[in-house]
């Protein structure tokens, strides 16, 4: 496994390892030592979800308030742009955005560590995205800010206006928004 740390160094690129030949691939897309070996860390995930999306798609930016959740995102079908925004008040990185492109055939994930606002946009005509989580879904806790917050400036890699949920065209700007102390 190989892992790379972005520029915010609390959000990280995990790359497994692939074993390939002619009949396809086999890799582990979570080992719970050869991670903790790998970043020093050791999460424990309580909740798989899978996300299917179409073209254009953009969810978030989300975040629990309460009941924080670490995030460890992967496509396994399809693209997507993937971002993490660092909404912790006391951080030196506050309102940094980290956005990395996520396929089923690079096969990187990316580890969101509680305290971020996470958002993604689908490239391909679909995609499937697994991700785990370190704590359970708390709709009473959940809070969305606006993809297209003026001071967050994060570059999606848009042609058009995306399709966007409800709670997403709802969403607050950073500096109305509920953060992290």
């Not at 086999?26 to 080992?31: A, G, K, Q, T, V």
């Not at 742009?81 to 396929?103: C, H, M, N």
């Not at 800010?145 to 890699?157: G, S």
Request: glycine share 6%; charged share 20%.
């Amino acid at each position: 496994m190989k892992v790379t740390a972005t520029a915010i160094p609390e959000v990280l690129i995990i790359e497994p390892k692939v074993f390939s030949d002619a009949r396809g691939f086999f890799l582990e897309s979570f080992n719970q030592k050869s991670f903790a070996e790998a970043t020093s860390l050791n999460p424990t995930f309580v909740q798989d979800n899978h996300s299917q999306s179409a073209r254009g798609v953009l969810h978030g930016l989300h975040y629990q308030i309460q009941q924080t959740q670490g995030k460890l995102v992967r496509v396994v079908s399809g693209a997507v742009f993937d971002v993490a925004v660092d909404i912790r008040k006391s951080s030196p990185s506050f309102g940094q955005s980290v956005g990395v492109e996520l396929t089923g055939s690079n096969h990187r994930q990316i580890w969101i560590p509680p305290g971020f606002a996470h958002g993604f946009l689908v490239l391909s005509d679909t995609a499937h995205i697994l991700y785990k989580v370190t704590d359970y879904y708390a709709p009473q806790f959940e809070r969305c800010i606006a993809w297209n917050d003026q001071e967050l400036a994060i570059p999606w890699p848009l042609s058009g206006t995306p399709f966007l949920s409800a709670k997403d065209q709802a969403g607050s700007t950073l500096r109305d928004a509920e953060v992290f102390k």
